[in-house]
């Protein structure tokens, strides 16, 4: 399995999390709740895309420089 | 001395078009080489460079005005920035490769290149041109609001507006695409500071940041969170989905992507830009702040500027204004020189077979033109500067089932199928914006458009004969 599939996970912790997180209780950071969720999943999606990156074939050796 | 703020103001301007009149002699860097790529320069120049490109009128006051008016699903703009770039990892290397191969310089040449159409490019050309206007509008929008705002309500807001036009026009006469780099890069900074200190100071001023939310909270229960009707989940949704799909389907950043040197760059931006999303939480809690600073305003693209203008010194006011007419000044120009190179490349020129320099004479009337246009709607539009970017992308994510069927699954999407697809989209999202439509089934009306829109490509495209996109330009 392709570890490009890690992209998923964030883009699914936003679009459907979103309904679990959708209150302004606990303040985290001094943030409301949904609006911490959302910067949390913004960190994490760049992590992904992180981890994505290192691990994609396509960006070892030639493969992304043609 | 609020006449300071009003010459800081005016000045930053004059001093942003001399920049532009300087850049003219002397071509210095292109500005979408480092929005694509900022191949070259150092790490940290880079991180300011880009970390400003998102800053535009939409984010400066637009993003305030949103937490002031609408409260929690402000969130979106936050979320759809991070899923724009994920998606960009997938997207731009194919679209990159294809425009490579076949040395394509805009959007429409993608439609008539890959469909072999040259009535589908010209098709996508005016559709392109027609989003690009709402988001000229809002950087209209905006730089009237900064002048009429830093002058202390001196110049009005149709006047300022059509001081805003005019400068604009002429920055781009001037300076074209080039002159925007050296402005841009002085903006950049500007912007990232002022956006830090007032997101900072605004809220500390009303007992900081969890105080401030819990006073919100108090005062108006339910407006921190996405709301049970009319912008609730299924909203968040859609609309997120709706721009962060439109994110690269718009005819500046699509051509854009043709000036990377290397397909690479795409994936290894996805990797940090989401996190520069992170800066505009300081835009929301200055527009959060607003709200207790200065509860109210009728008008709510004026809750930065209103605020600051209460809390901070006139001087600063006019840094703000500065800083904002950069905002405005730098895409609008890029937006303003992107729509009439399309009037002038991809709608007159095919259809004329016109010489170069009558393309270029029609590009440069068309500045003028497309200003006009755009004042007219801004004088005649009290829409939010959100509102107004949303429109934007209810007309641009309709390119968005054509280019990736095309891209991925070639054989499903013809041209005709490409063409009803996004004439039916558009006609919903017209049919919708008549009627005052913004939201249908609690979803965003230009998402349910999309959805209409796939279909259709789908439908007609197999009804015609299935694909025929050649098999060996598979990309």
């Known amino acids: 399995m392709s570890i490009r599939w890690l992209a998923l996970v964030p883009v699914l912790g936003i679009l459907i999390g979103v309904s679990f997180a959708n209150h302004v209780t606990p303040y985290v950071l001094g943030m409301p709740f949904l609006f911490f969720y959302i910067v949390l999943w913004v960190i ?19 493969g992304g420089d043609r | 001395m609020q006449a300071s703020a009003l010459l800081i103001t005016f000045g930053t301007m004059l001093l942003a078009l001399a920049l532009g009149l300087a850049a003219r002699r002397k071509r210095s860097l292109n500005l979408e080489q480092w929005t694509v790529g900022g191949r070259g320069f150092g790490i940290l120049f ?13 984010t400066f006051l637009g993003g305030s005005s949103w937490a002031y008016g609408v409260g929690g699903p402000t969130v979106y703009i936050l979320a759809y920035g991070a899923i724009a770039y994920i998606l960009s990892y997938f997207l731009l290397p194919p679209i990159w490769r294809y425009g490579k191969r076949h040395q394509l310089i805009s959007q429409p040449d ?15 050309a005016i559709v392109g041109v027609i989003a690009m206007i709402p988001y000229l509008q809002l950087q209209i929008t905006g730089l009237g609001l900064i002048m009429q705002t830093t002058s202390y309500g001196a110049i009005n ?25 050296w402005t841009a890069v002085i903006k950049d900074i500007a912007v990232l500071a002022i956006v830090l200190i007032v997101g900072i100071a605004l809220p500390l001023h009303v007992g900081g940041f969890q105080a401030m939310f819990e006073k919100i909270n108090t005062l108006h229960p339910h407006f921190l969170t ?18 962060s799909l439109g994110f690269y389907m718009w005819p500046h950043s699509f051509g854009a992507v043709y000036t990377a040197k290397n397909e690479r760059v795409f994936r290894r931006n996805a990797t940090f830009l989401p996190l520069y999303q992170l800066i505009l939480l300081f835009v929301f809690f200055a527009g959060f702040a607003a709200l207790l600073i200065v509860p109210g305003l009728k008008n709510t693209n004026l809750a930065l500027l209103a605020a600051v203008q209460k ?28 729509a009439s190179t399309l009037i002038a490349e991809n709608i007159y020129r095919p259809l ?6 009558q393309v270029q004479t029609v590009a440069r009337i068309m500045v003028w033109v497309l200003g006009a246009v755009t004042l007219y709607f801004s004088l005649h539009s009290n829409a939010t500067i959100v509102a107004l970017l949303l429109m934007g992308y209810n007309f641009v994510t309709q390119f968005f089932p054509s280019v990736v069927l095309s891209l991925f699954w070639p054989r499903v999407v013809n041209k005709y199928g490409a063409f009803s697809g996004i004439l039916v989209g558009v006609a919903l999202v017209i049919a919708f914006a008549q ?40 990309v």
Not at chain 2, 46 to 58: H, Q, R
Not at chain 2, 161 to 181: D, F, P
Not at chain 2, 320 to 331: D, E, F, R, S
């Open chain 1, 44 to 62: 994490l999606s760049a992590l992904s895309m992180a981890v994505i990156y290192k691990w994609d074939p396509q960006n070892q050796s030639r």
């Open chain 2, 46 to 58: 880079v991180f300011l460079l880009l970390a400003g490109e998102i800053y535009t009128t939409f």
């Open chain 2, 110 to 124: 993608y439609f008539w290149r890959r469909f072999n159409s040259k009535g589908l490019s010209i098709f996508v």
């Open chain 2, 157 to 181: 807001q149709a006047t300022a507006m059509i001081i805003g036009v005019i400068v604009l026009a002429i920055y781009v006469t001037i300076s074209g695409v080039y002159g925007t780099a």
């Open chain 2, 226 to 243: 996405l709301q049970t009707n009319g912008m609730g989940v299924p909203w968040f949704i859609s609309t997120v989905l709706l721009t």
């Open chain 2, 311 to 338: 809390v901070f010194p006139a001087w600063f006011v006019g840094v703000i204004g500065g800083a904002g007419i950069l905002t405005a000044l730098v895409p609008g120009s890029l937006l303003l020189m992107a």
């Open chain 2, 352 to 357: 004329t077979k016109a010489m170069d320099s």
């Open chain 2, 435 to 474: 009627n005052s439509v913004p939201i249908i089934w609690h979803l965003n009306s230009g998402f349910v458009a999309f959805l209409a829109n796939f279909l259709t490509v789908l439908l007609i495209s197999s009804l015609s004969g299935g694909g025929t996109v050649l098999h060996e330009e598979t």
